[in-house]
């Protein structure tokens, strides 16, 4: 058994291995000469593009590593029943569950480390690539935000911001409606801007109109200063900031709370903010998920069992990934739950796997 387990294992991973190799190095040559014109017109130096374009390399791993692994548990299983090793393996006593379980461990195994490589590898490598470029061709912050909304998350206050700079830490046009403790408004305070001090940790509005409401909802007292700062407006600039793909590379502690506290103060953002934060974490089950598909469907290929391998792979990967882009659409939409927009594709393709065994049997 452990001889068996061993041969199967090895010759999975030896063709992902390969096959991860040659796909890494087509999306490193892709990724370099999509940005080539960029290089030569900046004239960056040689040791630095050669510097981003290996900054790319754990993301092009973490793409490849999938489909890397279902073309090769497809080779593997196509050649068994092309050189009837498959009927020698049956008449020794295995069972086929038997004979694909190595390759359900290896799927398990390399879910584990595409983890580890997307969270402690990938995710500081595209943070730096992300700064160098930044540097080189002088992009514009991608966390300026417009028409944001958020709530106090002790119920105090709701405010509005007509827009968010970053390099500044500044709002502009500010609206703050201040809430009692039944949530019933008892102020507004209208700011042309408000600049967040690191010192006292707050906001300082310039420019401000105050105005006191009581229980009837008239207006009792209205006033200008030119300077005003509230204790309890403390929201931090990052919950301000244009994060909807920054989830994807925060730290996994630091996403984990932010996401947290976004479902209380902007709740318009919470469903795309869960759904890319879920894509992150199951999207490891990749490898696992498509070996399995891999070793649930029918094999009858006797000739030309490379290129059949490299049909079906294509096709079960094509399948999958569709009907995940749709599903994520519609869980960032809010239509369905976050985890919903990764679990229903991994159904539907181990549904269509099934029926197809079940067909060809």
């Known amino acids: 058994m452990k001889l068996h387990d061993q041969y199967v294992a090895r010759s999975v991973t030896i063709v992902a291995l390969i096959s991860l190799v040659l796909c890494t190095l087509m999306l490193l040559s892709v990724d370099l000469f999509s940005n080539l014109d960029a290089y030569l017109t900046n004239e960056v130096k040689p040791l630095t593009i050669l510097s981003l374009t290996l900054l790319y390399t754990p993301q092009a791993v973490l793409f490849t590593l999938g489909p890397s692994l279902l073309f090769s ?146 207006v009792v007292e209205s006033k200008e200063v030119q300077e005003l700062r509230l204790d309890e407006f403390t929201l931090a600039p990052s919950y301000f900031r244009n994060l909807s793909n920054d989830i994807t590379t925060m730290e996994l502690g630091t996403a984990i709370d932010y996401l947290r506290r976004m479902e209380v103060l902007d709740p318009s953002r919470y469903p795309e903010l869960a759904t890319d934060f879920t894509k992150r974490l199951l999207d490891h089950l990749n490898p696992f998920i498509l070996l399995f598909i891999a070793c649930t469907i029918s094999y009858r290929y006797k000739k030309n069992v490379l290129l059949f391998s490299i049909i079906t792979s294509l096709a079960i990967a094509v399948i999958y990934f569709v009907v995940q882009m749709v599903t994520i659409i519609m869980a960032k939409q809010g239509v369905i739950a976050p985890i919903w927009g990764m679990a229903i594709p991994m159904i539907v393709i181990v549904c269509i796997a099934l029926a197809e065994r079940a067909v060809v049997r």
């Open 73 to 218: 548990a497809t080779f593997f299983l196509s050649q068994l029943q092309a050189n009837n090793e498959y009927i020698c393996l049956l008449g020794s006593g295995l069972s086929y569950r038997r004979i694909v379980t190595p390759i359900l461990v290896v799927g398990i195994l390399f879910s584990l480390l595409e983890f580890g490589l997307g969270e402690y590898i990938f995710i500081p490598a595209q943070r730096t690539r992300e700064i160098k470029q930044d540097e080189l061709f002088g992009l514009r912050s991608t966390y300026d935000n417009r028409n944001i909304t958020l709530r106090d998350p002790d119920g105090g206050y709701v405010v509005h911001a007509k827009q968010y700079s970053d390099d500044q830490k500044r709002l502009a046009q500010v609206l703050l409606v201040l809430l009692d403790e039944k949530g019933a408004m008892q102020g507004r305070v209208d700011s042309a801007w408000a600049f967040w001090e690191n010192d006292s940790e707050d906001w300082r509005m310039e420019k401000v109109r105050f105005q006191k409401i009581d229980a009837d909802g008239l």
